[in-house]
């Protein structure tokens, strides 16, 4: 057994030296630190401004609940400006689209609505401002966990729980034309919850597109199997999100949705 031998004069005086000496980051790691809380103070900067543009709204009687129909809505924000806006957070499992993916999904969902389409984003607002920024449409909404996003447009923001999947306005069973829906976390339960609520908020008729990652086909073509939610088809579409590794891809319930995202 290593017997502790007793510290010198000099170690100990170096240690205490050493104890009392302030720490210092190296000047990289400081500029990286002092970047990203500059970047934060920014996004919060912007998310304040936009709440406020919309408090204000209201106070001058200019963003009322009811009467979707027929009414311009304040122009949606830049897919750039979002992102300067609202940060990712990784805890909720946000990863937004890149934008140039979100710019081409749009031009796509667009070709297949009218003005009067009901459509509903569901854990994916990248999508819906893309979509609202390109053209908006008074029927759409964006169904999210993340309150931050009733910020963006507080008339077409529904809060949405997917561990409480038939908790929302009832108005909407049965509602909505076409689903978008990115399912958060990759596994079946989360899968099974959103399924769930898709199936009491879309038309008998209407079409869903699911967008997630490849390593839970064969969970998606199970939970999506029967009407109105499937069967679903493979699409066309390349599926880009700006910090994910995965392979991701698009499945749609429609006949023809094969083509989607062809160009």
Request: aromatic letters at 10%; glycine letters at 4%.
């Amino acid at each position: 057994m290593e017997i502790p031998r007793p510290r010198s004069r000099s170690s100990s005086t170096s240690s205490s030296t050493c104890s009392g000496s302030p720490l210092a980051l190296d000047p990289s790691v400081l500029e990286l630190l002092n970047s990203h809380l500059a970047e934060k103070a920014e996004e919060e900067a912007r998310f304040k401004a936009l709440e406020a543009e919309h408090v204000a709204a209201r106070l001058a009687g200019l963003d009322v609940e009811d009467d979707d129909a027929g009414r311009e809505d304040k122009p949606m924000i830049s897919l750039d400006d979002y992102k300067k806006t609202f940060g990712e957070d990784w805890q909720l499992s946000q990863f937004w689209y890149s934008n140039e993916f979100a710019d081409h999904l749009s031009t796509k969902l667009h070709g297949m609505c009218t003005r009067e389409t009901k459509i509903a984003f569901m854990c994916s607002p990248t999508a819906f401002v893309s979509f609202q920024h390109m053209k908006q449409l008074p029927g759409a909404h964006v169904f999210e966990v993340d309150s931050r996003f009733a910020a963006l447009s507080p008339r077409q923001f529904v809060p949405y729980d997917l561990d409480s999947p038939d908790d929302f306005p009832k108005k909407f069973q049965g509602f909505f034309d076409i689903v978008v829906v990115d399912p958060p976390f990759l596994n079946e339960v989360t899968n099974v919850k959103v399924s769930s609520t898709i199936r009491q908020i879309i038309k008998p008729n209407g079409k869903l597109l699911l967008l997630t990652s490849t390593s839970v086909e064969d969970i998606v073509k199970k939970v999506y199997s029967e009407p109105p939610l499937g069967p679903l088809r493979k699409t066309a579409l390349d599926v880009q999100h700006g910090q994910l590794a995965n392979d991701f891809a698009s499945w749609g319930n429609w006949d023809g949705a094969e083509e989607f995202g062809r160009d």
